[in-house]
Each structure stands twice: as structure tokens, then as C-alpha cells.
């Protein structure tokens, strides 16, 4: 059984900081692309950023300069580092990642976290 644990949400003022992480345990036999959404209230889950097992990163224009993607691969963590914190980036922030798994044989699953919530405000 994998899981994805997310910690480092909470309560932050308008132009503060908070760090998120995202620890993947169980039979896991790599990890591929591992990636942040957020869903704030009303709204549609969004991709906030990505990094793949090499290290190429991808980020929605709205966190662009402000968030940093990165990971462990020794760990099997990803980190989600979030500066200059808006009211706008409150939502749950959920991890997501492609994890090789085997059963028969390997193959990439799909896992999510359950989320850790962000509120930015003052």
C-alpha cells in the first residue's frame, strides 16, 4: 500500500512564507513526476507545480517567482516552498505522484495525498 502524506499547511499572513511536504511511503519502486494542486472553495483543482525524477519543473503563471518545487529522491518527498503568500493561494494543496508499483509486473499508478489547507490572511 503507498501513501502520500502532506504536512507544513496552516494559517500565514499576506507576504509570508510556508513550506509544504510530501512524503510517499509503502512498496514503492520509484517515483516519476510528482506535482502540487491546489482547490480553493467553489473552484476546480488546479496544477500548481511539477518536477519530474530528473528535476524539470513546471509552474502555473499565478505562482511563477513566488513557489519553488523540489524533492528527495533518497527520501521520496517532494517539498513545496511558497514565498510572498496572497490571499488568493488559499486552498487545500493536495500532492500528487506517479509512483511504479508492482503486482504482476511494474506499472505507473497514479496517488494523491489528502491535502493540507493554506489560508492566507491577515
Known amino acids: 500500500q503507498v501513501q502520500l502524506v502532506e504536512s507544513g499547511g496552516g494559517l500565514v499572513q499576506p507576504g509570508g512564507s510556508l513550506r509544504l511536504s510530501c512524503a510517499a511511503s509503502?512498496?514503492?519502486?520509484?517515483?516519476?513526476?510528482m506535482a502540487w494542486y491546489r482547490q480553493a472553495p467553489g473552484k476546480q483543482r488546479e496544477l500548481v507545480a511539477s518536477i519530474t525524477s530528473g528535476g524539470i519543473t513546471y509552474y502555473a503563471d499565478s505562482v511563477k517567482g513566488r513557489f519553488t518545487i523540489s524533492r528527495d529522491n533518497a527520501k521520496n518527498t517532494a517539498y513545496l516552498q511558497m514565498n510572498s503568500l496572497q490571499p488568493e493561494d488559499t486552498a487545500v494543496y493536495y500532492c500528487?505522484?506517479?509512483?511504479?508499483?508492482?503486482?504482476?509486473?511494474?506499472?505507473?499508478?497514479?496517488?494523491w495525498g489528502q491535502g493540507t489547507q493554506v489560508t492566507v490572511s491577515s
Open positions: 500528487n505522484g506517479k509512483i511504479l508499483v508492482l503486482r504482476r509486473s511494474f506499472y505507473e499508478r497514479e496517488y
Open positions: 509503502g512498496s514503492i519502486f520509484g517515483i516519476n513526476d
